[in-house]
């Protein structure tokens, strides 16, 4: 007899989520580097170890059941809690321990996320915290799909993103859109703020066209009755302060960004843009204790910076 017989297998569990989440076999295959036979064969598999049906072929492609749904919506909680219970196991509950796979944008790495994982590895050595730069479109989704266990996103008031159920969103700091210039290139008024409007001549630089931080900076410039005259751009925020610093452009970008490396001035905006910058986590990675430390690291971080 098959002792595997009628029971779920965790890592086909997985592919059926991301199945869910992602639409088709070909996107779960990409995922997982896997090829999209493969992908197909364990999900049968999967199907039987159900002994439901969980897919339902429309034309070349599958869709989910409602049993299928009903399964990959209970997937991502059971893989957390297989999760959990390595992690007590390992640490016998006395002491957090394990891997911790952490997602954040580019600029939280520097005032936020380097400094509160340093301080975590001397204060909890058995915690493994695993670094993976993204912006909030591309982590929240991975999130989602059980690919990072916590994710530091940002947003602003007037582009919310929708609340989810599964995920907790605990408050980390704010920032605000600056304008960063060479030294004693642009005059501000009496209050200290410039006032966009004026800066239309200017050489802009920015990041390339789709970046969240680019998107931004060019509709803020529009609305202020302007298109940018864009001279430069650049894949990183180091390359761009670069540019900056050196009188060949001018930028918008949140003063968390503006490494104080760099010879450059900030000059803050007439209303200027505030943004949110919070911690998502699956409510059921938060029961881990070691997910637990991670986040309160990075709370205490951002409250000290």
């Given at each position: 007899m098959n002792n595997d017989e009628g029971m779920l297998n965790p890592w086909r569990l997985r592919l059926l989520h991301q199945l869910h989440l992602l639409g088709t076999v070909r996107a779960v295959a990409e995922a997982t580097h896997m090829s999209p036979s493969s992908v197909s064969q364990q999900l049968a598999t999967l199907e039987t170890e159900a002994k439901a049906q969980l897919f339902e072929r429309v034309g070349r492609r599958i869709r989910l059941t409602p049993a299928g749904i009903t399964l990959a919506g209970h997937a991502s909680e059971i893989l957390d809690r297989i999760a959990t219970a390595e992690a007590d196991i390992a640490g016998l509950h006395s002491e957090a321990t394990g891997v911790v796979r952490l997602a954040a944008f580019t600029s939280a790495f520097h005032g936020i996320v380097v400094p509160a994982v340093a301080a975590l590895t001397q204060q909890h050595p058995r915690i493994s915290v695993e670094l993976t730069e993204?912006?909030?479109?591309?982590?929240?989704?991975?999130?989602?799909?059980?690919?990072?266990?916590?994710?530091?996103?940002a947003d602003f008031p007037d582009a919310p993103v929708p609340p989810d159920a599964d995920l907790v969103r605990l408050p980390l700091t704010g920032d605000r859109v600056v304008l960063v210039t060479a030294r004693n290139t642009i005059t501000s008024d009496r209050s200290g703020r410039v006032d966009l409007a004026g800066l239309a001549d200017e050489p802009w630089a920015f990041e390339h066209p789709g970046a969240h931080l680019a998107d931004l900076a060019e509709r803020l410039c529009r609305r202020a009755g302007f298109t940018p005259r864009t001279v430069a751009r650049f894949e990183s925020h180091g390359t761009l302060l670069s540019h900056v610093e050196a009188g060949l452009s001018v930028t918008l970008l949140p003063l968390l960004a503006v490494h104080d490396r760099y010879v450059v001035r900030t000059l803050d905006l007439v209303d200027p843009p505030r943004r949110d910058i919070h911690i998502l986590?699956?409510?059921?990675?938060?029961?881990?204790?070691?997910?637990?430390?991670?986040v309160e690291a990075l709370r205490h971080q951002a409250r000290s910076a």
């Open positions: 993204a912006e909030p479109l591309v982590s929240r989704p991975a999130l989602q799909r059980g690919e990072v266990d916590v994710a530091v996103c986590a699956r409510r059921t990675t938060m029961d881990r204790a070691a997910v637990r430390v991670v």
